[in-house]
């Protein structure tokens, strides 16, 4: 079985119903069906069982090895209060619901092309195409692009955001020109 | 922050990022000028994605009453929606990886409506701007006044501020680097005049011996060896030709030692300076300059980066600057001696300079990649050595020893195509340079041998031997200015490094007409002192008590909750951002801040001794005390007998932070430091928290008899050690939660203190 609810909520809410087990009453859910989620007017994902119910944020626990599997569902003070190793598992409007939450909790841009590459003063500037629209990031020169299993990459900017090159080898050829230098 | 750092993050928005530096005007008037009374926008930021995650902005504008939200629309103007700001009941920040959420919730008669007013999405760029706002919201819904702050200055500070620190340093341009680093050189004009002379002069000479040649084959050689001259006629012009070249070589050597060591010493003067300058400028820096700064990069700058711009100033700029009157030299003689040949290789000059700056420009790339590889190998050296034991406990030497192996080969062949990149790219230029010296050949031949006037008119021998002695002198001239570009990089990377730190203005100064308390009495009063150390977040929140002189004061409470704030303030490591902190009735920030310090001692956690022996750091903050007073504050602190059965005594000296002697002993160096100072106000900063019982017991009986006579604020984490305290401050999430004695605490059973101490006695009983 692959969903357990366990943590306290961070607060209460204006629903009737809550989730209330403690971390040191955590009891493994022996059904699957036993955890619903749904998205709310509050515009939350939203865990149930049975009568218990809590907002929820998602963690992926291998966001780039194993992303579609091994989702933590935490309070808003980073309480674990469920776990769903296989969406799969859920039922099909929890499934749905899970998914359109994780769309936007995992969500990083992805990098269709590379326009330019240059170096500035202890800066390397990027400007590439996302599918969500153009974007101008910044790096610092010694901060690498990481590989993920998938054979993706994953760029860091100095704000924190996430960019990813799916597949460098699918990149038309004057991105991966451009890029040459930080791929392999 | 200063006008200067103000511009410099507006130019950084502008450069770096794709939006506004700051909330467009035409939105800005129709904010400000909604309703009868003119708003006041208190804080602004910038939601750039939209439901569906595209790219899309939407601005949030905290006003005095209102809050508004202005959607971008693709025609360029906005939609605008106004929010009354006492609405709110929450606010809400859910964070992802690029993607932040911020919630906010109105009221209901009965609580929180559960269905958000305002849902904005936004990347992390525009988090800190975000989250300042939230703040600020939160404190709305709690009835709080917001205090005044700049909000456009808190939007520019909180967008441009990754970028400023990880670039180090503002955009401005090289060349103005360049003009900055040379006015370094103006103490030194004299020297730098003659240096440069004598590198002119060097040049100049070198064009000498060629034509000396060719006259010689010309005028001498030639005529003898065909009987139009006797040998015996004109062999004192012979050898006045070859002395002349000997001088000529003598003279320039002379002028390149010259050149060499006035340069290099002038460059060396210029790095002493910028080095003090710079460490100068950096004992004047706050506290907050250092939270923000990196060590190892402020020891570079201070070390490797002035070292490179001696460098630049001794070798660099003499070496641009000859080569280009090098050539433009070369190429003027070889054209005033033939036109035709002059041009034939005066003309391919650009395109070699051209061809090796490009080829710089890929060798960049690739030493790109090499770095990157050598990072991937040198991580592997980082994480086994310290971790040898981890390895070797977990039996994964061949593991780790396969990992270096493959990283070491991936760097290995990134080096080669380095060397094949320039081992094909030198030999080919100068066959480039040598075809241009056949194609000399070619033209000059018919002419010289009367085959072909075609080509032009005669050509003598002489002439077209000191012609080919001017062709070899190209080449260096030619690699030195195909380097230019790489030269100014690394050198104006530097002067930036260095040229930020000295641009940068301590936010902590002296008042221009501060009081001067000789001796102060110890009274402190805090009166409604609040903190933020990002000028938004409060971490201290309206504080106000007094303490009068030779009272011990205790703080306690928990971790975060601006215990240390407090100190530092009272330090006058940060100056408060509301309220006042009052010292003998004068404002900190009015008193004279050399003086004030002088009367403050602090006794930390992690105590700090400096490379050097036990009686420096002793007397670190009274350096003319006697040796009967150090040894008088050693045995105050307990440190005597130890220190005198080390075989070195008190000239022992302690490795770097000290850590040649034990945490308890270090601790009591550092107390017989602030007993030598003999301040008025001591601060004990957890001073007992991380050394053994029996060291504890010598500790607490050296700060026994330190705080007797003094004002104390001590901050401790085992609240026994506080007992003797007058009163006992209980901070809670930047407020007094409580005051009293150990006692009075204690007689509130639900109080934070008594909680604290239960807690405690319950750990200590089940040890």
């Known amino acids: 079985m692959t969903q357990q609810l366990a943590g306290e909520p961070s607060s209460p809410c204006?629903?009737?119903?809550?989730?209330?087990?403690?971390?040191?009453?955590?009891?493994?859910?022996?059904?699957?069906?036993?955890?619903?989620?749904?998205?709310?007017?509050?515009?939350?994902?939203?865990?149930?069982?049975?009568?218990?119910?809590?907002?929820?944020?998602?963690?992926?626990?291998?966001?780039?090895?194993?992303?579609?599997?091994?989702?933590?569902?935490?309070?808003?003070?980073?309480?674990?209060l469920a776990f769903v190793s296989d969406p799969a598992e859920l039922d099909p409007a929890s499934q749905a619901a899970l998914s359109r939450a994780l769309s936007e909790a995992g969500f990083v841009f992805v990098i269709e092309r590379v326009d330019s590459v240059e170096e500035d003063f202890e800066l390397r500037c990027f400007k590439v195409q996302t599918p969500r629209g153009p974007r101008a990031f910044q790096t610092a020169l010694d901060a690498w692009p990481r590989e993920t299993p998938d054979g993706g990459l994953l760029i860091e900017d100095v704000a924190g955001d996430v960019f990813r090159i799916e597949n460098p080898e699918s990149l038309d050829p004057r991105s991966r020109e451009l890029v040459w230098e930080l791929v392999d | 922050m200063t006008a200067e750092q103000r511009f410099n993050d507006r130019d950084i928005i502008e450069r770096y990022t794709d939006q506004p530096a700051r909330l467009p005007d035409a939105l800005r008037s129709s904010i400000i000028d909604h309703g009868s009374n003119p708003e006041h926008i208190a804080s602004y930021a910038l939601a750039d994605l939209d439901q569906q995650l595209a790219f899309r902005r939407t601005w949030i504008v905290l006003t005095t009453s209102t809050l508004v939200l202005a959607r971008e629309q693709p025609s360029g103007g906005f939609d605008l929606q106004r929010l009354p700001r006492d609405g709110f009941a929450k606010v809400e920040l859910a964070l992802g990886l690029s993607c932040h959420l911020l919630r906010v919730y109105g009221k209901t008669t009965d609580g929180v409506d559960n269905q958000p007013l305002v849902e904005?999405?936004?990347?992390?760029?525009?988090?800190?701007?975000?989250?300042?706002l939230a703040f600020l919201l939160e404190q709305v819904t709690k009835g709080i006044a917001l205090e005044a702050r700049d909000a456009d200055v808190a939007y520019l500070e909180s967008v441009a501020q990754p970028i400023r620190e990880a670039q180090a340093l503002v955009s401005t341009r090289r060349l103005a680097v360049v003009w900055r680093l040379l006015s370094y050189l103006k103490p030194y004009k004299t020297r730098v005049i003659w240096g440069m002379s004598a590198a002119i002069l060097v040049t100049l000479l070198a064009l000498v011996p060629p034509f000396l040649t060719g006259h010689l084959v010309d005028r001498v050689i030639r005529p003898v060896q065909s009987g139009e001259l006797k040998g015996a006629d004109v062999v004192h012009v012979a050898w006045l030709a070859v002395l002349g070249i000997a001088v000529v070589?003598?003279?320039?050597?002379?002028?390149?030692?010259?050149?060499?060591?006035?340069?290099?010493?002038?460059?060396?003067?210029?790095?002493?300076?910028?080095?003090?300058?710079?460490?100068?400028?950096?004992?004047?820096?706050?506290?907050?300059?250092?939270?923000?700064?990196?060590?190892?990069?402020?020891?570079?700058?201070?070390?490797?980066?002035?070292?490179?711009?001696?460098?630049?100033?001794?070798?660099?700029?003499?070496?641009?600057?000859?080569?280009?009157?090098?050539?433009?030299?070369?190429?003027?003689?070889?054209?005033?001696?033939?036109?035709?040949?002059?041009?034939?290789?005066?003309?391919?000059?650009?395109?070699?300079?051209?061809?090796?700056?490009?080829?710089?420009?890929?060798?960049?790339?690739?030493?790109?990649?090499?770095?990157r590889k050598w990072s991937r190998l040198t991580d592997v050296l980082s994480d086994t050595i310290p971790g040898m034991r981890v390895v070797k406990a977990f039996n994964q030497g061949a593991r780790e020893r396969g990992r270096f192996s493959e990283r070491n080969a991936d760097v290995v062949n990134e080096f080669n195509r380095v060397h094949a990149s320039w081992t094909g790219f030198w030999p080919g230029l100068m066959l480039a340079l040598e075809a241009t010296v056949l194609c000399v050949w070619v033209l000059a031949?018919?002419?010289?041998?009367?085959?072909?006037?075609?080509?032009?008119?005669?050509?003598?021998?002489?002439?077209?031997?000191?012609?080919?002695?001017?062709?070899?002198?190209?080449?260096?001239?030619?690699?030195?200015?195909g380097q230019v570009a790489r030269i100014m990089h690394r050198a104006t990377s530097s002067a930036h490094r260095v040229f930020e730190v000295l641009d940068t203005q301590p936010e902590v100064v002296d008042d221009p007409d501060p009081v001067r308390i000789e001796?102060?009495?110890?009274?402190?009063?805090?009166?409604?002192?609040?903190?933020?150390?990002?000028?938004?977040?409060?971490?201290?929140?309206?504080?106000?008590?007094?303490?009068?002189?030779?009272?011990?004061?205790?703080?306690?409470?928990?971790?975060?909750?601006?215990?240390?704030?407090?100190?530092?303030?009272?330090?006058?490591?940060?100056?408060?951002?509301?309220?006042?902190?009052?010292?003998?009735g004068v404002d900190l920030r009015k008193l004279e801040g050399g003086r004030y310090r002088e009367q403050v001692g602090i006794v930390l956690q992690e105590p700090y001794l400096f490379q050097g022996s036990v009686l420096e750091n002793i007397r670190y903050g009274a350096p003319d005390a006697s040796f009967d007073d150090v040894i008088a504050a050693a045995r105050v602190a307990n440190a005597h007998d130890f220190i005198s059965r080390l075989p070195h005594g008190y000239d022992t000296v302690v490795g770097e932070r000290g850590h040649t002697l034990s945490g308890g002993e270090r601790q009591r160096v550092s107390i017989a430091r602030a007993v030598l100072k003999n301040p008025r106000i001591l601060i004990l900063d957890e001073a007992t928290s991380s050394v053994d019982t029996e060291t504890e017991r010598k500790i607490q009986e050296a700060m026994d008899r330190l705080v007797a006579g003094r004002t104390v604020f001590a901050i401790a984490h085992r609240l026994s050690t506080l007992r003797k305290a007058n009163r006992l401050l209980v901070i809670q999430d930047g407020n007094l939660a409580e005051l009293g004695t150990h006692a009075e605490l204690l007689a509130n059973p639900n109080g934070i203190y008594t909680k604290l101490h239960r807690l405690q006695q319950d750990l200590h009983e089940a040890a």
């Open chain 2, 445 to 481: 031949l018919p002419r010289l041998l009367g085959t072909g006037h075609a080509f032009g008119p005669a050509l003598s021998l002489g002439k077209f031997v000191s012609f080919l002695l001017y062709t070899t002198m190209f080449v260096y001239p030619v690699e030195i200015m």
């Open chain 1, 14 to 80: 204006s629903s009737p119903a809550h989730v209330t087990p403690s971390a040191s009453t955590a009891v493994p859910v022996t059904a699957a069906a036993q955890l619903v989620l749904e998205q709310r007017r509050d515009g939350r994902l939203w865990a149930r069982q049975a009568d218990q119910a809590a907002p929820v944020k998602l963690r992926r626990c291998f966001p780039w090895t194993f992303p579609e599997r091994y989702i933590s569902l935490q309070t808003d003070d980073n309480v674990e």
């Open chain 2, 120 to 132: 904005l999405r936004f990347t992390h760029r525009q988090r800190p701007s975000m989250e300042g």
């Open chain 2, 519 to 584: 001796t102060l009495r110890g009274q402190v009063e805090f009166e409604r002192v609040t903190f933020a150390y990002d000028g938004v977040r409060q971490v201290i929140k309206g504080l106000s008590f007094k303490v009068e002189p030779g009272e011990l004061i205790g703080l306690v409470g928990p971790s975060g909750g601006g215990k240390t704030t407090l100190i530092n303030l009272l330090t006058r490591f940060y100056d408060v951002t509301g309220g006042r902190i009052l010292v003998d």
């Open chain 2, 249 to 371: 070589h003598a003279v320039s050597k002379h002028c390149v030692w010259l050149r060499l060591r006035l340069l290099a010493v002038v460059g060396e003067l210029v790095a002493r300076d910028l080095r003090d300058e710079l460490f100068a400028h950096l004992q004047r820096l706050s506290m907050s300059f250092y939270s923000r700064k990196k060590t190892g990069s402020l020891i570079t700058r201070v070390s490797s980066d002035t070292d490179r711009l001696w460098e630049f100033l001794a070798f660099g700029v003499v070496e641009v600057s000859l080569a280009l009157v090098s050539l433009v030299a070369l190429s003027a003689v070889l054209i005033s001696l033939d036109l035709r040949l002059g041009l034939v290789m005066a003309l391919p000059v650009p395109l070699m300079c051209l061809a090796i700056h490009l080829h710089g420009n890929g060798m960049q790339r690739m030493f790109t990649r090499v770095w």
